[in-house]
């Protein structure tokens, strides 16, 4: 299982490169959600697209979803998943949004579910931060702020064809 043992290879390198930056005390509550370590990843100078990720915990005992998301970085943000087609790992936009189930945890990841900004308008620079919206069907929408983080973070996620996320 490669992918697997990137994908934790991936996490590890991540949680070396950023020890104890502010996302990590970082939680935001909308709702019965309760929304943590929002986090981008750093692109190239001229990449047209990048990735978000960020983890949402559903208290409450009704499901809810996550719709829709927005920022100023990219002229549209869609929510997309990692799923396997054949023998390849490829990205697709989830047309009906995340389904947060109650009472659990829905992580956003590199490798997995993910924000993906298109159409970026600057670069995103490790160390920087910019606002998300998020928007969920029961719960409403919030601002998050996600902070850049290196490049290398998600190196698990690769995909054969489409340049993938600017790397
Ligand atoms: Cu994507």
Redesign the pocket.
Known sequence: MPFLRNLKLAIALLLLALPSPSWAEEAYQLGDLSITMPMARATLPNAP?G?GFVTVTNNGTADDRLISAASDVAGRV?I?E?AMDGDVMK???LEEGLLIPAGETVVLQPGGY???FMKLNSALVEGDAFAVTLVFEDAGEIDVMMTVGPRTMGTG?K?KGTGG?GS
């Open positions: 697209v990735g869609e997309h990692m990205m697709r936009e993910h924000l993906m996620h995909m996320h």
